[in-house]
Nanobody, 119 residues
């Protein structure tokens, strides 16, 4: 059974920082592309950042220079360090694991963790 369990969300003031963690089980973590997505009320879910099995990273323009994604394959965990947080970063943040093989695709989601940026 695949599980992605996020933690680290909460309430933070503008300009503050949070670190999200996502612990994975039930998959060969090291070969998956791991990502963080977010969904604000009334908006579509969007990619925040992802990291390939080789460590190549991609970021949404809105978070470049403020957020950093990283992974620890020994701990089956992916992180999202969020600095200089803005009110518009408020959303539910979801962890995602993706793998595409020659025969099928795999796509798993966590339950989400709320991040609220407000004074």
């Amino acid at each position: 059974q695949v599980q992605l369990v996020e933690s680290g969300g909460g309430l933070v003031q503008p300009g503050g920082s949070l670190r999200l963690s996502c612990a994975a089980s039930g998959i060969i973590f090291s070969i998956y592309v791991m990502g963080w997505y977010r969904q604000a009320p009334g908006k579509q879910r969007e990619l925040v950042a992802n990291i390939t099995s080789r460590g190549t990273t991609t970021y949404a323009d809105s978070v470049k220079g403020r957020f950093t994604i990283s992974r620890d394959n020994a701990k089956n965990t992916v992180y999202l360090q969020m600095n200089s947080l803005k009110p518009e970063d408020t959303a539910v943040y979801y962890c995602n694991a993706q793998l595409v093989t020659t025969t099928r695709g795999y796509d798993y989601w966590g339950q989400g963790t709320q991040v609220t940026v407000s004074s």
